[in-house]
């Protein structure tokens, strides 16, 4: 191996493993960006979904106290119909919060959330049926009744701003937690390049020491050669140039002792 491509491989291994590095670094926090974006959507979206069904269920207590207030103008018909309006759309709310357990993993809190928001679900369904069937005897009664579905209401919006909370709480540590990855990940491969560095130095320094070591032996010979002493000898086991300058000068040596 000539001498120039033996001196330029500490140099080059140590910016392949530089960039190596840095290109390391850059997929990893590319990847992380990515999950994080992934993530972020995920409860964006679920955040959304709670807010639609608290709104929800704030539209189906207000038309429950107007439908209560109006009860005696009304038919049977159109009375079993707001029944079935009631429990159809309260059961859609149950089926699009159990909807959010998927997307959030092993999140016991908000498998908590999800199982009392159906609870409570069950619970306003049957008190406003119990107004709606007092109503029709006194709208009044039926009006006072609801006092106890107003609990069940306070207590299901409730429960939705916590899980609301719980996943801003989440997000941020997740976001925190996140960037001290990303950090860690920086200062494993920058202590990783240094010490690649390191190594590829140190490399260079011991080729470059016997490059200098071998000259030396060659200044040497050269110098006693040119007193006239001729009983050195150069010999070598390299195959670069180094090398074959001590061949060359061990070889005129010979060939001078030779001649003399």
Same mark, same amino acid.
């Given at each position: 191996?000539?001498?120039?491509?033996?001196?330029?491989?500490?140099?080059?291994?140590?910016?392949?493993?530089?960039?190596?590095?840095?290109?390391?670094?850059?997929?990893?926090?590319?990847?992380?960006?990515?999950?994080?974006?992934?993530?972020?959507?995920?409860?964006?979206?679920?955040?959304?979904?709670?807010?639609?069904?608290?709104?929800?269920?704030?539209?189906?207590?207000?038309?429950?106290?107007?439908?209560?207030?109006?009860?005696?103008?009304?038919?049977?018909?159109?009375?079993?119909?707001?029944?079935?309006?009631?429990?159809?759309?309260?059961?859609?709310?149950?089926?699009?919060?159990?909807?959010?357990?998927?997307?959030?993993?092993?999140?016991?809190?908000?498998?908590?959330?999800?199982?009392?928001?159906?609870?409570?679900?069950?619970?306003?369904?049957?008190?406003?049926?119990?107004?709606?069937?007092?109503?029709?005897?006194?709208?009044?009664?039926?009006?006072?009744?609801?006092?106890?579905?107003?609990?069940?209401?306070?207590?299901?919006?409730? /429960?939705?701003?916590?899980?609301?909370?719980?996943?801003?709480?989440?997000?941020?540590?997740?976001?925190?937690?996140?960037?001290?990855?990303?950090?860690? /990940?920086?200062?494993?491969?920058?202590?990783?390049?240094?010490?690649?560095?390191?190594?590829?130095?140190?490399?260079?320094?011991?080729?470059?020491?016997?490059?200098?070591?071998?000259?030396?032996?060659?200044?040497?010979?050269?110098?006693?050669?040119?007193?006239?002493?001729?009983?050195?000898?150069?010999?070598?086991?390299?195959?670069?140039?180094?090398?074959?300058?001590?061949?060359?000068?061990?070889?005129?040596?010979?060939?001078?002792?030779?001649?003399?």
């Amino acid at each position: 191996m000539k001498l120039a491509t033996k001196l330029l491989i500490a140099p080059v291994l140590t910016a392949l493993l530089v960039f190596g590095a840095g290109q390391l670094n850059t997929w990893l926090t590319i990847s992380e960006a990515h999950t994080n974006q992934a993530s972020a959507k995920d409860k964006s979206d679920n955040v959304r979904i709670l807010g639609s069904v608290h709104e929800q269920l704030g539209f189906i207590h207000a038309q429950m106290y107007r439908t209560i207030a109006l009860i005696s103008s009304l038919d049977d018909k159109a009375v079993k119909g707001f029944r079935d309006d009631i429990a159809t759309q309260l059961a859609g709310i149950k089926r699009l919060t159990g909807t959010l357990i998927g997307g959030e993993g092993a999140d016991t809190v908000l498998h908590e959330a999800v199982k009392k928001t159906a609870e409570l679900s069950d619970k306003y369904l049957a008190q406003t049926d119990m107004a709606i069937d007092l109503s029709s005897v006194d709208p009044n009664t039926g009006i006072a009744a609801l006092r106890a579905a107003d609990e069940s209401f306070a207590a299901l919006s409730k /429960t939705l701003s916590e899980a609301v909370d719980h996943m801003d709480q989440r997000a941020a540590a997740e976001l925190v937690a996140s960037n001290q990855h990303i950090r860690q /990940t920086n200062l494993l491969l920058a202590a990783l390049s240094l010490v690649a560095a390191g190594v590829a130095i140190f490399l260079s320094w011991l080729a470059q020491r016997r490059v200098v070591r071998d000259l030396h032996r060659a200044v040497k010979v050269a110098g006693a050669v040119s007193t006239g002493n001729l009983t050195l000898h150069a010999d070598t086991d390299r195959t670069d140039e180094v090398g074959d300058l001590m061949r060359a000068l061990d070889a005129m040596t010979a060939q001078l002792r030779l001649s003399m």
